[in-house]
């Protein structure tokens, strides 16, 4: 079974500050990975999904790097604002199964 | 383009009684999935449907919960009866394997069910 681990489990950072969220899995025999966001009693909403065959993905002001061989994603956020406050959680798709496995997340708050 | 729809967005019920859950995926997506979340925790897969086929169930506890995709759309997810562990919030997601978004899942707003 696939571990999804999410370190640190809370973050807060003053606004303007670029950060790195992580997410780590013990089967490096993955399809794609995604990161999502959660709002307080909201549904998840997806912000990147990488494939296997990827290293990087980009939108915006968020860098999403995977490393299969190492078992790590990062999601890198520049320059935070206090909109981007919120539970972010990563999911990886084992082999293609469409069977994804998620992390607890890491509950961002970031402070004006 | 529309996304995942879900309803109802609340419900609270005694327990030992009949819930049920309705989701309409993304328009052509094939894929379906129900979610369990609790407080604090990432989502945990139920069940997964390719088309109208229930591909992925060993984490539905059979005994009470029970699931239908019959015109490979649409699903409903039921409890019957509920129980007070069952107080969660329940996730509808939807993917499909082709086009620019191949693989991604895309979540509806869920259904927060609270088991007096």
């Known amino acids: 079974k696939q571990e999804v681990t999410q370190i640190p489990a809370a973050l807060s950072v003053p606004e303007g500050e670029n950060l790195v969220l992580n997410c780590s899995f013990t089967?490096?025999?993955?399809?794609?990975l995604q990161w999502f966001r959660q709002d307080p009693g909201k549904g998840l909403t997806s912000l990147l999904l990488?494939?296997?065959?990827?290293r990087e993905q980009t939108s915006g002001r968020l860098n999403a790097s995977l490393d299969k061989s190492s078992g790590r994603s990062t999601l890198y956020i520049a320059a935070s604002q206090p909109g981007d406050s919120a539970t972010y959680l990563c999911a990886v798709n084992l082999d293609n199964f469409n069977k994804f496995y998620f992390g607890s997340g890491t509950k961002l708050n970031v402070k004006p | 383009e529309a996304g995942v729809v879900q309803s109802p967005r609340y419900k609270i019920i005694e327990k030992k009684q009949p819930v049920a859950f309705w989701c309409n995926p993304i328009?052509?997506?094939?894929?379906l999935y129900w979610y369990l979340q609790n407080l604090g925790q990432g989502p945990e897969l139920l069940i997964r449907y390719e088309n109208e086929e229930a591909v992925d169930d060993s984490q539905l506890p059979k005994d009470r919960f029970s699931a239908e995709r019959l015109k490979g759309v649409d699903s409903t997810l039921k409890i019957q009866p509920a129980e007070l562990g069952d107080s969660a919030v329940y996730l509808c997601a939807s993917s499909s394997p082709w086009g620019e978004h191949r693989g991604e899942q895309f979540f509806g707003p869920g259904t927060r069910l609270t088991v007096l």
């Open positions: 990488i494939q296997s065959s990827q």
């Open positions: 328009s052509g997506h094939n894929t």
């Open positions: 089967d490096s025999a993955i399809y794609n």
